[in-house]
């Protein structure tokens, strides 16, 4: 006759080693960690977006006149001075500036488009604004750069005097 065997009991057993749940369990921790760390060692790669700060324009408005009552205000001659900064406050090297509106164009009649230099300003001279009837219109100033984005917030006003 055969003897039956005894249950084993795990007490005893030394060359035992970690199965079933607890295993599963060690294996799900240690992959949950490997994924943290890799999505945290990208994330910690992306900067933040940079974008255009402030515009400043000297002079802050402009005045048009209807020297002969025709109804058409004009002035010319303008010089204007344009300022960009990033963010941080840093002035914006390379960034284009376009002025629209109030029909300004320069001296020989084309687009007012500049690029700021290395302190960040570019400078227009010899513009030329006019509008119909005295009333308040506005100059929009766009200033773009690459990675930088498009900035249209700034408005410069013109004032029929």
Known sequence: MRRKKEPRSLKGDCSGGIEGLPLQLLIMVVVAGL???????WMNSISAPRSIGEVFVSPSEITVHDDDGDGLYTREGIMLTVTVTDQSGERLEGATVMLEGANVQTGTG????????????????GLKVEQFGAR??????????????????????????
């Open 110 to 125: 084309g687009i007012v488009r500049g690029t700021t230099d290395s302190h960040g300003q570019v400078l227009f001279t």
């Open 35 to 41: 994924g943290l760390t890799i999505i945290m060692g």
């Open 136 to 161: 308040l219109t506005t100059i929009t100033v766009t200033v773009a750069k690459g990675d930088y984005g498009v900035d249209s917030s700034y408005e410069i006003p013109v004032i029929p005097g």
